[in-house]
C-alpha cells in the first residue's frame, strides 16, 4: 500500500535550518509530483512547495521563497525540503503529499518549532 513517512522535524531556533525527509513506497515514486504542505495550530494546511516527477520543476509559496529548498531522489524514494533561515512563523506540522490518479496521499506529518 501506498505510505509517505516523513522525518527530520524538531525544535530549532531562530534562523536555523531543518531537513525534512518523505520516504515513500508502495508507488512508482519516479512518475509523480510530490508536494510538502504545512500546518500550523488554529489554521488552514497550506501548500509550501511542489517538485515535479523528474524534480525539473519546484514552486514555492511566497512565504519559504528563497528560504526554503524541495528536491527529491527517485533511486531512494525520498523528497526532501531544505529550510533555513527559519521563522517562528514557520512553525507547523509539515506534511508530504502526493496524488495518484483520484487519491490523494498524506504521511503522518512531523512538528518543526522555531523558537528561541
Known amino acids: 500500500q501506498v505510505q509517505l513517512v516523513e522525518s527530520g522535524g524538531g525544535l530549532v531556533q531562530p534562523g536555523g535550518s531543518l531537513t525534512l525527509s518523505c520516504a515513500a513506497s508502495?508507488?512508482?515514486?519516479?512518475?509523480?509530483?510530490m508536494n510538502w504542505y504545512r500546518q500550523a495550530p488554529g489554521k488552514e494546511r497550506e501548500l509550501v512547495a511542489t517538485?515535479?516527477?523528474?524534480?525539473?520543476?519546484?514552486n514555492y509559496a511566497d512565504s519559504v521563497t528563497g528560504r526554503f529548498t524541495v528536491s527529491r531522489d527517485n533511486d531512494r524514494n525520498t523528497v526532501y525540503l531544505q529550510m533555513n533561515n527559519l521563522r517562528p512563523d514557520d512553525t507547523a506540522v509539515y506534511y508530504c503529499?502526493?496524488?495518484?490518479?483520484?487519491?490523494?496521499?498524506w504521511g503522518q506529518g512531523t512538528q518543526v518549532a522555531v523558537s528561541s
Open positions: 503529499n502526493t496524488k495518484l490518479g483520484r487519491i490523494i496521499y
Open positions: 508502495g508507488f512508482m515514486f519516479r512518475l509523480y509530483a
Open positions: 517538485i515535479s516527477s523528474a524534480g525539473r520543476s519546484t
